[in-house]
């Protein structure tokens, strides 16, 4: 599809990943819901995140229990901090971390950089590579109406695409819920094949066999780290 990965492709094939998608969810629910609103029905970003988990196969009882946490006084405050970084060859890497102590997920972060021979960069050292993007897929067999009904709907599309059948939609995050809207409107009971909100590479690189080693060990050691919730990179062929 373009440019855009097929994010949705490695998600929680073992019982460690999906308890590290769990306890994302887990948190982002919390932390929506303290600072927006426990009730669903009042918090749009809460309700779209629910939905988002259930469709990740998230258990009730975590989604009820994080939303039952924010209910009570005090309690833990995450951040969502990215770090950029250099990998292998010409490979860049954004990584979203939620955390509620960020000396301890720096220090986790860099140490992971560290075991390639790889670093951190500063703010926007990698990311001005990047666009930050809302992204969303679908099966739909009428491209044009889609289409037609956004352009109605005067919702600025980035990208649009139709490769076999499936739609794929870029657009502003700030206009992700008058997208969703529009489309679930449209088609009741849409079923996403991707809903993320993320950052997307405006040119990707292809590694040698030796470099890929390297970026496939970096990213297993990212994924370990418990605060990160999302790697984001511009290499072709790498899932």
Request: hydrophobic share 35%.
């Given at each position: 599809?373009?440019?855009?990965?097929?994010?949705?492709?490695?998600?929680?094939?073992?019982?460690?990943?999906?308890?590290?998608?769990?306890?994302?969810?887990?948190?982002?629910?919390?932390?929506?819901?303290?600072?927006?609103?426990?009730?669903?029905?009042?918090?749009?970003?809460?309700?779209?995140?629910?939905?988002?988990?259930?469709?990740?196969?998230?258990?009730?009882?975590v989604i009820n229990r994080?939303?039952?946490?924010?209910?009570?006084?005090?309690?833990?405050?995450?951040?969502?901090?990215?770090?950029?970084?250099?990998?292998?060859?010409?490979?860049?890497?954004?990584?979203?971390?939620?955390?509620?102590?960020?000396?301890?997920?720096?220090?986790?972060?860099?140490?992971?950089?560290?075991?390639?021979?790889?670093?951190?960069?500063?703010?926007?050292?990698?990311?001005?590579?990047?666009?930050?993007?809302?992204?969303?897929?679908?099966?739909?067999?009428?491209?044009?109406?889609?289409?037609?009904?956004?352009?109605?709907?005067?919702?600025?599309?980035?990208d649009f695409e139709n490769?076999?059948?499936?739609?794929?939609?870029?657009?502003?995050?700030?206009?992700?819920?008058?997208?969703?809207?529009?489309?679930?409107?449209?088609?009741?009971?849409?079923?996403?094949?991707?809903?993320?909100?993320?950052?997307?590479p405006k040119d990707k690189?292809?590694?040698?066999?030796?470099?890929?080693?390297?970026?496939?060990?970096?990213?297993?050691?990212?994924?370990?780290?418990?605060?990160?919730?999302?790697?984001?990179?511009?290499?072709?062929?790498?899932?």
């Open positions: 599809m373009g440019r855009f990965p097929n994010i949705a492709a490695s998600k929680a094939k073992t019982g460690a990943a999906k308890a590290k998608v769990y306890s994302s969810f887990a948190k982002e629910i919390y932390q929506i819901a303290k600072n927006g609103g426990t009730d669903p029905n009042g918090n749009l970003n809460l309700r779209r995140l629910i939905e988002k988990a259930k469709k990740e196969q998230v258990p009730t009882d994080a939303i039952e946490k924010a209910k009570g006084s005090g309690g833990e405050d995450y951040q969502t901090i990215l770090y950029e970084g250099f990998g292998p060859g010409a490979s860049t890497l954004i990584i979203k971390t939620m955390t509620d102590n960020v000396n301890r997920t720096v220090a986790e972060v860099r140490a992971a950089f560290n075991k390639v021979h790889k670093s951190l960069g500063v703010s926007n050292s990698v990311s001005y590579n990047y666009d930050y993007l809302t992204l969303v897929s679908f099966k739909y067999a009428n491209e044009e109406e889609v289409f037609n009904t956004l352009l109605e709907q005067n919702l600025e599309i980035t490769e076999d059948g499936i739609i794929t939609i870029s657009i502003n995050p700030t206009m992700q819920h008058k997208l969703k809207d529009t489309l679930e409107t449209l088609i009741p009971n849409v079923d996403y094949i991707i809903d993320e909100t993320g950052y997307y690189v292809t590694l040698n066999e030796e470099e890929m080693g390297e970026f496939q060990k970096l990213m297993n050691i990212l994924e370990e780290v418990e605060d990160v919730t999302n790697i984001y990179h511009n290499v072709k062929d790498f899932i």
